[in-house]
Structure formats: C-alpha cells, structure tokens
C-alpha cells in the first residue's frame, strides 16, 4: 500500500484534520509526524514567541491549542521530512497553511498555504479578501503575505479553530459587515464542518485549509 508522510507544526495524530483527508485517501496510508511530539511543557515554553517572531499556532495531543515562534521548529521539520522521505513516503503534505522556507526532499512537497494563495488571488481581483487567523499576533505576517502574493485588499479577524469553534460564524460576520467579499479560514484547524456551516448561512464566499486538493489542503470560505 502507497504511504504519505504528513507533518504537524504541533502534535500528531491530528485528530481534528484527518477525518477531512482520508476519505480523499482511498488506498493510501497517512503517516503522521508533529515537530512538538515528545516535547515537554518546559520545551514548549522555551519556543513561543518574541516580538518580530513569525507565528505559528497549532494543536497538542489532549486537544489544547499552542503558540510558537516558527525559527525553533524548523530544523524539527526537516529532520521528520528527513525520516519520512527514509521510509519510503509517495509524498509529504504539510499540514499548516504558514509559510515555510526551502525543505530538503527527494519526494514532492505539499504545501497548502501556496494552492490557498494562489486560487485566492485568481478569483479575489480588486475585491477585498477576509482572513481568518488563530491569534491577533498573526494580523502582521498575515497582511504582508497576502499583499506579498498580490491581494490587495486584506481585512483580517482572530478566531482560534481549536479554542472558539463556536465563534467562528461571529468572527466572519466581523469581516462580512467591515467589507470582505470573500474570507479565507487561514489555518489548518479550521475544519470542514466550520466551513460548510459558513457556506449554509447562504453569507459568505468561503475557502478553506487543507481542502484545496484534498481540498488539496486550504481552508477558505
């Protein structure tokens, strides 16, 4: 049976996201691996971020949401890219819509961030996109990346996928009534049922993370 390597920024299994991705995955086994497995709490401390941090926002093991500062997982995902690509991965999907530097692999990269930007900035044009993000410390990096990849008009709300599931529709109206004509669920925690229950509401143009062609991976609305 084929293998795909799949990588968390935070703690595998990813509970909350594979049961969007596997039925995708007929015949093929999902290998999970998270840059925080095995860290302590004292570990865990060590890597949040400082001012001027590129943030990351992601999920432990027992549910619980964490914040880090990307420059002190890197060379954690490289070495698990390193392992997977030894044990006969297809292929590798990232699962986090951050942005990444260069990884070393023999087999494709899958990064969901990239087909989320791109499919955002065919159809946005000259509207103005709404991002949701986990934390308000992402409302920097979260503007200069979208206007980096040529998206205009950017508004962007906080709403933590794995803490205020339940807030969701509040913080997309946010953006719906400051002039959004179409929000972008910027996370890998965001799940489908988040954004279907977005699309029901018959208010939003909705897309999402990891969907984009798995749905491959993007959760916008």
């Known amino acids: 049976m084929k293998k795909i390597g799949a990588i968390t920024v935070g703690q595998a299994p990813r509970v909350d996201v594979t049961p969007d991705i596997e039925p995708l995955l007929r015949g093929i086994t999902l290998v999970q691996r998270g840059a925080l497995d095995g860290m302590t709490k004292e570990e865990l401390k060590a890597i949040e ?11 432990l ?3 619980t949401s964490v914040k880090m500062a990307e420059k002190h997982i ?14 006969g991965m297809e292929a590798i999907l990232m699962l986090c819509t951050g942005q990444f530097p260069h990884f070393e692999s023999k087999v494709p990269l899958f990064y969901p961030q990239v087909l989320l930007q791109y499919f955002a900035e065919a159809v946005i044009g000259e509207k103005t996109l709404g991002v949701l993000t986990p934390d308000e410390s992402q409302f920097p990096q979260s503007i200069q990346r979208w206007k980096e990849n ?15 599931a339940d807030k969701v529709p509040e913080a997309a109206k ?21 954004k279907q229950a977005l699309h029901e509401s018959r208010r939003y143009s909705c897309h999402s993370r990891a969907h984009s062609g798995s749905t491959f991976y993007c959760r916008t609305i």
């Open 61 to 63: 093991k027992d549910g």
């Open 49 to 59: 971020p400082e001012e001027g941090d590129y943030v990351l926002v992601s999920r």
């Open 74 to 87: 890197l060379p954690r995902i490289q070495k698990i890219i390193t392992e997977l690509n030894e044990e």
């Open 174 to 194: 946010r953006l719906k009534d400051k002039g959004a004509d179409m929000i972008v669920l910027d996370c890998i925690g965001y799940s489908e049922a988040m």
């Open 150 to 164: 040529g998206v205009k008009n950017v508004l962007v709300e906080a709403v933590s996928p794995y803490t205020e």
